[in-house]
Each structure stands twice: as C-alpha cells, then as structure tokens.
C-alpha cells in the first residue's frame, strides 16, 4: 500500500534533483572565472548572514536571518549542512501533504482485511523521511563535489561545534515535515496552499514576536513559535578556545535538536490522530 506514497515521493525527488544539477552546472560555468581557492573577496565574513531563518540573539530573543559568525576569513563547514538542511526542509514540506493526498476525493477502499490506519499512515511517513534523508544527502553530495572540483576545501573549516551544528540542520527538515504533517492530515483539498504557507507565516510570525516581545500579540506568538522549526535552526560560531564556552555551544545545540525532534514526532502523532479519525 505505501508503494503509491514511493512513487510519489520519487516524483517529487526527481523534479527536485533536476533543478539541483541544473543550478549545479550554472555555478559551475559562471564561477569559471574563479581559481583554484575561493579567495578574500569570496570567503564567509564575521557575521555574513547564510540563509534566511530564525536566529537567536543571546539574551535579545529571535531575530529573523541565520547567522555565521567567526574570527577566522574561512566558510565554516556547517554552511554545506545549511544548504542541504534548508533544501531538504522545502522537499519535507512539499511532501509533508502525504495523509491529505489520501484525501482527496475520499479515503482508501480495500475489499480484502482491513489493515490498520495508523500502521499504514506510519509506513507512508517512513517512506516520506527516507525521501528527506536521501535528499539531504544529494545536496550535501552535490555540495562536496562542487567545492572539490573548484579545489575549495583549503578555505573550509571546523571546529568542536560542527557535528551538533550538522545535526540541528539535519533535524530541521524533519520537524518542518512534522509540522506541515499535522496541519493538512485532516484537508481534503487545499493542503498544497497551507504548506507553502507555512514558510513565510513562520518567519513573520518570528520577526513581529521580536518587534512586540511586551504585547499581548508578542506574549501569544511567543507560545505559537514554541513548535516553530525556523527558531531553532539558528547558531553562532564562534571561535573561542575556552572548554566552557564550547561546552555551552554544545549544549545549545543539543536543547535544539531535542526540540526539533519532539516537533517531528509531535507533528506526526497529531497527523496519524487527525486522520484516523477521517471517514471515507
């Protein structure tokens, strides 16, 4: 049964993974002009902003745009996981609508033993995050084979802080799956309209909580961004030799891979609650 959620998600895969390369070859041609190593003017600043998302402002609440900041002229490695975290996240979201495509028109009908529900809407799920783990790991594949061929990696770095940084950026896709899951399981028409949705609503709603923290509007969207994936896929990179501070990174980072994984699992479980209960 979830064969039709396979090719669903092959589909999609495809058409994703078409428009990837095609902006693959497109960097690689007008980047001709580039040498052997990415240079001064073409290195990560401090503080150059990466991706648009959520970042956290020590002690100041969220702020819109994710940003790198470090001492060193180098692109930290993390922004490979960025790219591949953020195109795998708008792949998740596309095919987040997997329950409410079950929808339309009306539900399954099986003339043979009826089958569990939940048990086929958590196969279609595993096969949708197969789907996100696979293209998370093109596009960081496509990423890798681009700074190789350019001879780029001299002018990549890393530190202590990278694996839990690859790991929030890993999770992300996963809970903004989860999310948009759990907010089209129950639509029979529509879900496509409210998932790409999704994205802009999320980052505005960050940006008018840091605008009004005080407001009654502030105070309620502080509540609303709890179970905002774009919160809690900001980080800083800083430099610092000190153990403490990189034990206080580390931890950060840990506190937002756990919240990004309980939004996935949440969002799951109220998808699968919402559309057990549909009827045909």
């Not at 430099?239 to 919240?259: C, D, F, H, M």
């Amino acid at each position: 049964m979830y064969y039709k959620e396979f090719l669903r998600v092959r589909k999609i895969f495809t058409g994703f993974a078409i428009c990837l390369v095609a902006l693959f070859v497109l960097i690689l041609v007008f980047s001709g002009h580039v040498s052997g190593s990415v240079g001064e003017s073409a290195r990560v600043p401090h503080g150059a902003v990466v991706a648009s998302a959520a970042q956290t402002d020590a002690g100041h609440g969220p702020s819109a745009g994710i940003q790198i900041q470090g001492e060193s002229d180098k692109a930290p490695i993390e922004i490979l996981f960025a790219i591949a975290g953020f195109a795998a996240a708008i792949f998740g979201m596309v095919i987040g609508c997997a329950l409410a495509s079950e929808n339309a028109g009306h539900l399954e009908v099986a003339w043979t033993r009826p089958a569990s529900r939940v048990g086929y809407g958590l196969r279609v799920t595993l096969v949708d995050a197969i789907g996100i783990v696979t293209m998370f790991a093109f596009v960081l594949a496509l990423s890798a084979a681009l700074i190789t061929i350019k001879g780029w990696w001299p002018d990549i770095h890393t530190d202590a802080a990278s694996v839990p940084l690859a790991a929030r950026l890993f999770a992300f896709p996963f809970a903004w799956y989860g999310l948009v899951a759990a907010l089209t399981a129950s639509l029979r028409g529509g879900a496509g309209l409210v998932a790409g949705l999704s994205w802009p609503v999320a980052s505005i709603a960050i940006v008018l909580e840091k605008l009004h923290p005080q407001s009654i509007l502030g105070k309620i969207l502080t509540v609303v961004n709890a179970i905002n994936p774009l919160l809690y896929v900001s980080f800083s990179d800083t430099e610092s030799t000190a153990s403490s501070a990189i034990r206080a990174l580390v931890s950060g980072q840990v506190a937002a891979i756990a919240a990004l994984a309980c939004i996935a699992v949440f969002g799951v479980a109220v998808s699968l609650l919402q559309w057990r209960r549909l009827e045909a």
